[in-house]
Structures are given as structure tokens and as C-alpha cells.
């Protein structure tokens, strides 16, 4: 994930050029429904067995501390209502899953957020739960999944992909910074050390078919047949017990889930990495180039980051 260290007017985010955190508003603040579309986040109950939780902020579906924010208060939901048995995510732009962190914001405006129910700040938080929620989630990636985009599908219990429309990557290395959503606990125990290095360290853009061989998704699939696909399988969940689904995933993550204390270290080495000057280089010369807009460096992170010169170059 990726946050900015400075506040410059370059870095302005595509939603608000103040660079002033936003504070959630009346239509965000709660569950919405198809009724209400210009929500950011939008979550349909599909039925009191099934929630769909739509990113629907455009032009990128950037995720930033009001959308964190957001995020927390409907895992408060989730947690609360022991009827849910599955939740899907998806998205409502054309391109991008979410593509990654809102770099318009000032540091502060995420390094002053509260911290979650479990003591940590609200990104390895809210990830640390969706992982240990009781009910299934899945997540459905349809367009470019890097940083934070990745890294919540890394903490869902399922992710499938459109075969031409999808890219998944932890581009942060590439442009001077530590992951911090919890990818290097994550991925060497969903697809083997050297995998998550390479994923990793080299921070390239994965497309999905190399992410299915490596198991950094469970399928790739043709773009037509993956809302049905999805839909069919989250159907099939929610028609099942209740007590069954919770207990079977409460044992499969002893086998497989990292210990919440290799979350939070994450958080804090990208925050430190976030602010140093050859981490601010390498972003204001992304900036400079298109990063943040819709355009040819949100769509091809990999290759932009590794274009990277250094000034004296």
C-alpha cells in the first residue's frame, strides 16, 4: 500500500485538490443499496445471508483514511449481524478493482485515524478482521488490484479474476516504499517464499493466469462468466449452516493464517519508508508522469516503476 509523506499541490488527489483528509458523508456513513449510486462504497444485501460491497469511487477507486474509516464501520456491521454467511467485493469501474492507496492525502490524515478493535491501526486492522470474520469472503477482481487493492484480496478467503481484464501487483518497492496491508505475512504462506519475493521485491504487474499458477488467486476466468461464477458460488455459501461455515473456516485459519502481531509491524515500516527522500523522489517523479490519474502509469504501474531514474542519472 502507498501513502504520501508531503503535501504538495502535485499530489492532489483526483477527488479533491485541497489535500485535506475527507470526512465521510451522510451516504457513506452506512449500509446503502442500488437506490443510492453515489455512494463510494456501496453494500447490498442481497439477503440477510449475502452482502455485496461494491468500490464504486471513480476514476481509480482509490481507497483513502475516509474510505478506511468506512471500511470499519461496515466490518461493524458484518461482525454484528451473525446471519451473514458471505460477502462478495467487487467493483463499479471499468479498469480498476481498487488500484491502490489516495496519495492526496497529507500523512497525517492516516497516521492520526484511531485505531481498530484490534488495537492496530484501521488498514492492518480491518484486514486482520476480514480475515477472521466468521462468514466467507470473496473477492471478485475485475481491473487493476495493486497495494491496498491486493492486499485486501490477500486477506479474503477466496479471490477470482477476469483472464483479460485483471492485474494484481505490490508495486510499492518499485516506488520506494514497505508494503504495509500485510502482503509479506500474507503471501509466503498462500504461494511459497521465493513467489512472494518475487511478487514482492520485484513489483512487477501480474496478469491472471501468472497469478492463478502461483496461487496468488484461486482462478482466472474469462471475463463473461465471472459475476455468474462468483454470484453462483456465494449463492451456493450462503444456502449452507451457518455453524458449519464458521467452525470449517475457524480451522483452516489455524493452518494457514499468519499471527496478528506480524500485522502491525508491516504498518509501521511503511510509514517510516513512506518519508524518506528517496521514497518522496521516486513518488513526486510518478506523479510527474501521470500517477494518480487515469492514463497509461495507473494502468502499467510495473513498467513505470521500473523507468524509475534517480536525479543524478
Known amino acids: 500500500m502507498l501513502l504520501l509523506a508531503v503535501s504538495t499541490p502535485a499530489l492532489a488527489s483526483p477527488a479533491t485538490a485541497s489535500g485535506e483528509a475527507r470526512a465521510p458523508t451522510a ?18 444485501r442481497k439477503s440477510e ?36 454467511q458471505v460477502v462478495v467485493f467487487d467493483s463499479a469501474i471499468p479498469g ?35 480475515s477472521k470474520l466468521p462468514a466467507i469472503s470473496i473477492v471478485s477482481i475485475r481491473g487493476r488490484a495493486s497495494g491496498i487493492g491486493s492486499e485486501l484480496a490477500l486477506a479474503a478467503d477466496m479471490r477470482f ?28 504462506r498462500l504461494v511459497g517464499r521465493g ?26 476466468l474469462p471475463d463473461a462468466d465471472l459475476d455468474s461464477f462468483v454470484d453462483a458460488l456465494a449463492t451456493r455459501i450462503a444456502s449452507f449452516d451457518g455453524h458449519a461455515i464458521a467452525e470449517t473456516k475457524k480451522l483452516v485459519d489455524l493452518a494457514s493464517m499468519p499471527p496478528d502481531a506480524e500485522m502491525q509491524p508491516g504498518w509501521e515500516a511503511f510509514i517510516e519508508s513512506v518519508q524518506r527522500p528517496a521514497a518522496q523522489s521516486r ?20 513498467r513505470h516503476t521500473a523507468g524509475y531514474k534517480r536525479p543524478s542519472e
Open 27 to 44: 451516504t457513506t456513513a452506512q449500509a446503502v443499496d442500488e437506490t443510492t449510486p453515489s455512494a463510494k462504497i456501496r453494500v447490498v
Open 49 to 84: 445471508r449475502y452482502w455485496k460491497i461494491t468500490f464504486a469511487n471513480p476514476p481509480l477507486n482509490l481507497i483513502g483514511p475516509a474510505e478506511v474509516q468506512e471500511l470499519g464501520r461496515i466490518m461493524d456491521q458484518l461482525e454484528a449481524d451473525p446471519r451473514v
Open 96 to 130: 480498476s478493482f481498487i488500484n491502490h492507496y489516495d496519495l492526496g492525502q497529507p500523512l497525517e490524515a492516516s497516521t492520526g485515524l484511531k485505531a481498530g478493535p484490534t488495537g492496530m491501526h484501521p488498514v492492518p486492522d480491518f484486514m486482520v478482521r476480514l
Open 161 to 188: 479474476a477476469s483472464r483479460e481484464k485483471a492485474v494484481l501487483s505490490q508495486f510499492e518497492v518499485g516506488a520506494g516504499f514497505v508494503p504495509g496491508g500485510g502482503p509479506m505475512a500474507r503471501l509466503p
Open 195 to 220: 513467489r512472494a519475493m518475487e511478487i514482492l521485491i520485484g513489483a512487477d504487474d501480474f496478469d491472471a493466469d501468472t497469478a492463478e499458477r502461483y496461487g496468488y488467486i484461486n482462478r482466472a
Open 283 to 302: 513518488l513526486e517523479a510518478l506523479v510527474k508522469k501521470g500517477l494518480q490519474k487515469p492514463g497509461d502509469v495507473e494502468r502499467n504501474l510495473g
